[in-house]
């Protein structure tokens, strides 16, 4: 990382991006998502909904301490031809059957990783554990949003081949710190239960791989034709001063993408409060009303104490 001190103030060359849609955003899915479960879940969820909302983004966090984690999050989907990309089999055995192991771990495994992280749950909840069903579904909740993020599904994740750099926490993190709260409408209608889990999250797959284009195309397009000296603007954040897209840039991008980042935001959290719903449902509906006060153990503290030690040493700020 490029670091220039300047009486006393630090400057980051453009290094705009924290990681998938940023705290920001992995924070505000699960918020909203909790908010469109149904009472006999709410009854838990709700008093828990900043434990929900804070560790959304421990996966990410993870990213440095766990060699493993990092492949849970994306797949390259241009890895395995064009769309649709059929010669991928949809189910994790005949795909290591057609590809190994040890390449998909290569190129990112994250349709399966959801499957993983929705039975921990619903076994969560059939034990009726409190600290696992919300660990596992403030989790679950963050790699359903990643699915959700067109970037996440192509081995040009940044923008890295197209001289593009940046664009990733531009899409997913930039926007949505600008217009969420003050613009968009993140309100989707209550959870739904999800019959076939593995086909909802390959098609949502499918339809982030769909949108790569446009979102590498529309940027590069609209770099042509907005004034250069406009481009970008330095912001403090905590003392450290950032280069980063500047706010009309920003607002320019998201006219030009009609949308998109909005609309697969609020699938996100749809799909979040959804799988959360099914995982409780196929757990068998249990009460959840006696678990709703949940005490943290100091084994829990510990590890939630680590974690952030690890993330910290390793960078809170970097391009993946």
Not at 30 to 56: C, G, R, S, W
Not at 99 to 127: C, K, Y
Not at 243 to 266: P, T
């Amino acid at each position: 990382m490029r670091r220039v001190v300047i009486t006393g103030v630090v400057f980051l060359y453009f290094i705009p991006v924290l990681n998938s849609w940023g705290f920001y955003g992995h924070q505000h899915i699960n918020q909203y998502a909790v908010f469109l479960l149904p009472p006999e879940m709410m009854v838990l969820f709700k008093p828990h909904l900043d434990h929900i909302t804070e560790h959304a983004v421990d996966p990410d966090k993870r990213r440095y301490a766990i060699k493993e984690e990092a492949p849970r999050h994306y797949i390259d989907m241009d890895h395995y031809g064009t769309f649709p990309f059929d010669s991928l089999p949809r189910k994790w055995k005949e795909a290591i059957d057609r590809f190994s192991e040890d390449s998909l771990n290569a190129h990112g495994i994250v349709p399966w990783w959801i499957q993983v992280m929705l039975g921990r749950l619903t076994n969560a909840f059939r034990d009726k554990n409190v600290s696992h069903i919300l660990q596992y579904a403030a989790e679950l909740g963050h790699y359903l949003a990643d699915a959700h993020v067109p970037l996440h599904t192509s081995s040009n994740h940044n923008g890295q081949f197209t001289d593009q750099k940046g664009i990733h926490g531009f899409w997913e993190s930039r926007i949505p710190e600008l217009l969420a709260e003050k613009k968009w409408d993140l309100v989707s209608g209550k959870a739904q239960y999800i019959s076939d889990p593995l086909q909802f999250t390959w098609k949502l797959i499918l339809e982030s791989a769909k949108a790569v284009d446009s979102v590498l195309r529309f940027e590069k397009e609209l770099s042509f034709s907005f004034p250069a000296d406009q481009r970008y603007s330095y912001e403090s954040r905590k003392g450290i001063i950032l280069k980063q897209y500047s706010s009309a840039y920003a607002m320019a991008y998201n006219e030009k993408l009609n949308g998109m980042v909005e609309r697969r935001m609020r699938a996100s959290i749809h799909a979040v409060a959804s799988f959360w719903y099914t995982a409780w449902i196929n757990a068998g509906q249990p009460d959840l009303s006696s678990l709703k006060h949940k005490n943290i153990t100091k084994e829990e503290e510990n590890e939630m104490n680590e974690l952030n030690r690890s993330w910290k040493a390793n960078g809170s700020i970097k391009d993946h």
